[in-house]
């Protein structure tokens, strides 16, 4: 059974850096992509950036590129995603998430708080 589970959020002022890691199991982690997604209160889930199997390219969403670099660990089945200058509209739950025969698998999220 497809296992994602993701750590290192946390609260930061403004400006700060986290990085977000997820670590998969019940996959053979290398041969796909994965992505991070987040979720705003009272908004709905939204992509951040993703990786492909190894490791180039990667796509960012528009409000994140330039601040945010998503990779991957193949020997460790973990994709991390390092993110500083951080803004308080990049407070979210952090997801990440793997889609295997056309199932969508997500982690239970990690909460990240930028204060102003």
């Known amino acids: 059974q497809v296992q994602l589970e993701e750590s290192g959020g946390g609260l930061v002022q403004a400006g700060g850096s986290l990085r977000l890691s997820c670590a998969a199991s019940?996959?053979?982690?290398?041969?796909?992509?994965m992505g991070w997604f987040r979720q705003a209160p009272g908004k709905e889930r939204e992509f951040v950036a993703t990786?492909?199997?190894?490791?180039?390219?990667?796509y960012y969403a528009a409000s994140v590129k330039g601040r945010i670099t998503i990779t991957r660990d193949n020997a460790k089945n973990t994709v991390y995603l390092q993110m500083n200058n951080l803004k308080p509209d990049d407070t979210a739950v952090y997801y990440c998430?793997?889609?295997?025969?056309?199932?969508?698998?997500w982690g239970q999220g990690t909460q990240v708080t930028v204060s102003s």
């Open positions: 998430n793997v889609n295997v025969l056309n199932i969508a698998y």
């Open positions: 019940g996959l053979t982690f290398s041969t796909y992509a």
């Open positions: 990786i492909r199997r190894t490791s180039d390219p990667t």
